[in-house]
């Protein structure tokens, strides 16, 4: 790639259509002079995963591309107390503790739940369908080209883009391009999942109107309406990695799941898990918690590609805030990319200034990402050590664990543009400090 100023549109590849790849999408296609194609391994875009939440970071950043469909109720449920999470005890089904939103002015901005297919529609109604490409898994990466960046799948075609942002999830092309020796990390967890209508379930006498978690000993069950009258209940088991239940050894990613099973888990529970467990229907489906075993070095690859969402970061869905991360992580992206290609300009940056935004991104968003990391990690580890030790959690410790809350305030009301901004004067106080370090010197 030469340094001479060009002025052809800058082209942006984006491998992978989830959360991240179409907000990504959205935003930079905001940009007259950026085209922006999406690359997708899958062959059609159907209705595929259960449950998921959006924080008021995720929605905030929604709501400053404009998604409105994408944050409504018409597509999401939010729980009528404004509480984001209520944690019952399993047995008793008492109140035990509570998350609430802390600064959260709006009523959009409260923490919203979706099937995932119904907020992945809902970002791709903004998207032309004539820039994603189906059917097109990426296999290898080469950006030592002069062209820029060159991107092979596997139906054997070929093609360059100046950017490529790797957008392709837990088990990302992209990302075993450049680090090949990255290994995903099972956690011991394994959670059940179903979405059904909700007419199966609001019959059952005390149902919660509001998203539950009941907290038990060594394990735990998630119940919560979701947008477009869905209804979602999610299970889990815990074993110890190096010597698992032999029920969730083996077990996949979307495998179908025993009912059976299911029922067995939860036999002993309180009667609204159970009446909840008795009506789940089939498909019920199993997902291991996977995630890195660490952080990655870098997100920078060649000053052409860099990752966003799960390909990043996946840290196996704790704290349900995958899908906010990936959000944020390509607005982030979108506004490191403005930093040296701005909306007025005509003449696309080069590599040297494409590497510096790259950058900027990783310096905005990896400490934020690596603190949830190090924590899950941390905590993944805690739990598995409890399971050898053979010590389960006492009542007390559980009451007390549900009264502190789950803590995440700093995560779920994380503000990127703030993030962004201060991650700019931080860097103007280095370079105003180091000019009059040269000053003085004089
Ligand atoms: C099918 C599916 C179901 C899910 N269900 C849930 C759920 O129920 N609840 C929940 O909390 N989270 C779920 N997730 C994960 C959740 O979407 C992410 O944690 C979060 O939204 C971050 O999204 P992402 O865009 O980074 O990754 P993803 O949502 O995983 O999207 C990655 C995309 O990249 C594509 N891709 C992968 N490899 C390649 C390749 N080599 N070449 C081209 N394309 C590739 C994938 O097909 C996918 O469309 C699911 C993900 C998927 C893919």
Same mark, same amino acid.
Request: net charge negative.
């Given at each position: ?7 052809s549109?800058?082209?942006?590849a ?20 950026i ?115 060159? +991107? ?9 883009a ?20 990255f ?16 007419? +199966? ?14 907290w ?9 309406? +979701? ?19 032999p ?10 799941a ?19 467990v ?6 019920l ?10 952080p +990655? ?27 906010s ?63 050898r ?26 503000d ?27």
């Amino acid at each position: 790639m030469t340094s001479q100023p060009e002025s052809s549109p800058l082209e942006v590849a984006i491998v992978g259509c989830g959360i991240a790849g179409l907000t990504a999408a959205i935003a930079l296609r905001q940009h007259p002079y950026i085209n922006v194609k999406i690359y997708e391994k899958a062959t059609e875009l159907k209705e595929i995963g259960a449950s998921i939440a959006l924080g008021p970071n995720g929605l905030r950043t929604l709501e400053r591309l404009g998604l409105h469909n994408a944050i409504s109720d018409e597509v999401a449920f939010r729980g009528p107390s404004n509480l984001p999470m209520i944690y019952r005890h399993w047995k008793t089904n008492e109140v035990i503790g509570v998350d609430r939103h802390e600064d959260v002015n709006q009523y959009l901005h409260r923490t919203a739940r979706y099937h995932r297919a119904h907020l992945h529609q809902a970002l791709l109604e903004n998207v032309p369908r004539g820039i994603i490409h189906l059917g097109k898994q990426l296999v290898s990466v080469d950006v030592d080209s002069r062209d820029g960046v060159t +991107l092979k799948f596997q139906d054997g075609t070929v093609v360059t883009a100046d950017i490529l942002l790797g957008a392709d999830g837990l088990r990302s092309g992209v990302r075993s391009s450049f680090v090949p020796d990255f290994q995903l990390k099972w956690s011991g967890w394994t959670a059940f999942r179903a979405v059904f209508p909700t007419s +199966l379930v609001e019959s059952i006498p005390g149902l919660p109107a509001d998203s539950t978690h009941w907290w038990g000993l060594s394990t735990n069950f998630f119940a919560s309406r +979701l947008g477009k009258n869905t209804f979602t209940v999610v299970g889990g088991l815990q074993s110890d990695p190096s010597n698992p239940n032999p029920h969730i050894a083996n077990a996949e990613w979307d495998q179908d799941a025993s009912l059976q099973l299911f029922k067995d888990t939860y036999e002993n529970w309180n009667p609204v898990v159970k009446a909840l467990v008795d009506a789940t229907p089939s498909p019920l489906r199993f997902y291991p918690n996977l995630s890195c075993e660490g952080p +990655l070095p870098t997100w920078v690859f060649g000053d052409r590609a860099t990752l966003i969402g799960d390909a990043a970061h996946a840290h196996g869905g704790a704290h349900a805030t995958g899908g906010s991360l990936a959000i944020d992580d390509a607005y982030a992206f979108y506004l490191s990319l403005l930093t040296v290609f701005p909306l007025n300009a005509i003449v696309k940056p080069n590599r040297e200034g494409i590497g510096k935004a790259l950058r900027l991104y990783e310096e905005v968003r990896k400490p934020h990402v690596e603190k949830l990391l190090n924590r899950v990690l941390e905590a993944n580890a805690a739990k598995v050590e409890r399971i050898r030790s053979g010590k389960l959690e006492t009542d007390e410790e559980l009451g007390e664990r549900a009264a502190r809350g789950s803590n995440t305030i700093w995560l779920h009301e994380h503000d990127v543009v703030k993030a962004f901004e201060a991650t700019l004067s931080r860097r103007n106080e280095i370079l105003v400090q180091g000019e009059a370090e040269v000053y003085a010197k004089l």
